[in-house]
């Protein structure tokens, strides 16, 4: 398996556009997280699904902010309009199981100016 | 409230010694896992080893071992025989199972190897 994949891997945008991150988890992954890191508040979780519904979107900080599990194989995290301060790594992660260990893509980097 | 606390944010270790690096949690869940991180500066996270609440011995993985203290809530890592290539942040997170099933993480605790 090609692990968990994440697209764009740099993204550079300007204040007030619409960012799209993507992430495709392992297959038969129940589980997928997505995080912000930056280093000021550290790895934060945003939200999580479980078999494509969302579970806890507690951590997602404003309404800017949306994401969508449309099936097993497909998650996006959707900012709207961005701003300078949401540049951070964004991770996407998924697990197979309640307890186990979340295997993370390699990231995505967001710059906003 | 923090769940997950590790207050080191840096530690140095020199090659070959073993370091312990500290980590404490909080839930009212019985039923938990522990897990430690590694990320290095090209920034992938990278699964090092996991402790579930109810096993009764430590958890080994080479040179990772937890040592699981339940009553203190503790769950330190140690690496034993340090390289430089151990040189990363590492973090602590947990997994409740019951009322939930975040993963959450602690700040991380940079580690720094030197000859």
């Known amino acids: 398996d090609a692990g968990v994949i994440q697209s764009p891997r740099h993204e550079v945008t300007e204040m007030g556009q619409e960012v799209t991150l993507r992430c495709k988890p392992i297959?038969?992954?129940?589980?997928l997280f997505w995080y912000r890191q930056t280093m000021m508040r550290g790895l934060e979780l945003l939200i999580y699904?479980?078999?494509?519904?969302?579970?806890?979107d507690s951590g997602m900080p404003e309404d800017r902010f949306s994401a969508k599990m449309p099936n097993a194989s497909f998650s996006t995290l959707k900012i709207q309009p961005s701003e300078p301060r949401d540049s951070a790594v964004y991770f996407c992660?998924?697990?197979?199981?309640?307890?186990?260990?979340?295997?993370f893509g390699q990231g995505t980097r967001l710059t906003v100016v | 409230a923090q769940k997950i606390t590790q207050t080191q944010p840096g530690m140095f270790v020199q090659e070959k010694e073993a370091v312990t690096l500290d980590c404490t949690y909080d839930?009212?869940?019985?039923?938990?896992?522990l897990f430690w991180y590694k990320q290095p500066s090209s920034g992938e996270m990278i699964f090092l080893i996991y402790q579930g609440s109810y096993d009764e011995q430590n958890a080994t993985e080479g040179r990772y071992s937890l040592n699981f203290q339940k009553a203190r809530k503790s769950a330190n890592l140690v690496i034993s025989a340090s390289q430089l290539g151990d040189s990363a942040m590492y973090f602590c997170?947990?997994?409740?199972?019951?009322?939930?099933?975040?993963?959450?993480f602690g700040t991380g605790t940079r580690l720094q190897v030197f000859p």
């Open positions: 297959s038969g992954h129940d589980y």
């Open positions: 992660a998924s697990s197979p199981d309640r307890g186990i260990e979340a295997f």
């Open positions: 839930t009212s869940d019985q039923s938990y896992g």
């Open positions: 997170a947990m997994r409740e199972r019951e009322n939930t099933d975040k993963l959450i």
């Open positions: 699904f479980n078999n494509n519904v969302p579970i806890d």
